[in-house]
């Protein structure tokens, strides 16, 4: 958010379990969220790199999306569109997660736009040496828990409505992800997504 600073920008903070802040102008957004051990802040353009190494690592992939690592021409185009949403002052886009220890590049966490006027949907990505360190359970909380009531709050809609609904999908062999869903959201169907069986899940806000 470079442009920012040639601005007088208008800043919102709120306190919780995690700690949200809202750096706005007349159109650009940035957010960060802080954790205990979690930073998090509106995916960037000098990110790609780190987004390119993440979303080509196979086994990191493997049960994302459609299973396929993304090639850096891919990568790239879905980091622009983070980053545009967030140029245009939209919240539902993209966060690149650090560790608060150090400024490690952990992996990411989109609330992103949903199916529908008001739905959002989740989804979350970790590079392999963050497993089984509750890194993503701790991010989701944050979004769940704490991002969305920011939202909310400030009255961020999304697609001309306001956010009534978060989704999220995961497939069934995805233990660790269905771990985390579970916890935080209600258990709906299993259909077909992205070339695979997928529970969905969802929390009504």
Known sequence: MASLANTIPRTRTYEGKATIQFVTD??????????????????????????VALFEDPAVMEKYGDGRPRTP???KERVELWVKRWFQG????????????????????????????????????FHQFCWNQKYASEAVDAILESYVSALIKEGYQVDGKPLSLVTATARPDNVASVKILRKKMEALKEDEKYGAMRRFYQLRV
């Open 26 to 51: 007349e159109t650009e957004l940035g957010v960060t969220i802080d954790t205990n051990r979690l930073h998090m802040r509106s995916v960037q353009p000098d990110d790609v790199g780190r987004y």
């Open 73 to 75: 021409e891919q990568t």
């Open 90 to 125: 939209d919240p539902y886009s993209g966060l690149a997660v650090f560790a608060r220890d150090g400024g490690k590049f952990l992996g990411h966490v989109v609330l992103g736009h949903g199916d529908e006027p008001g739905h959002a949907e989740i989804a979350f990505i």
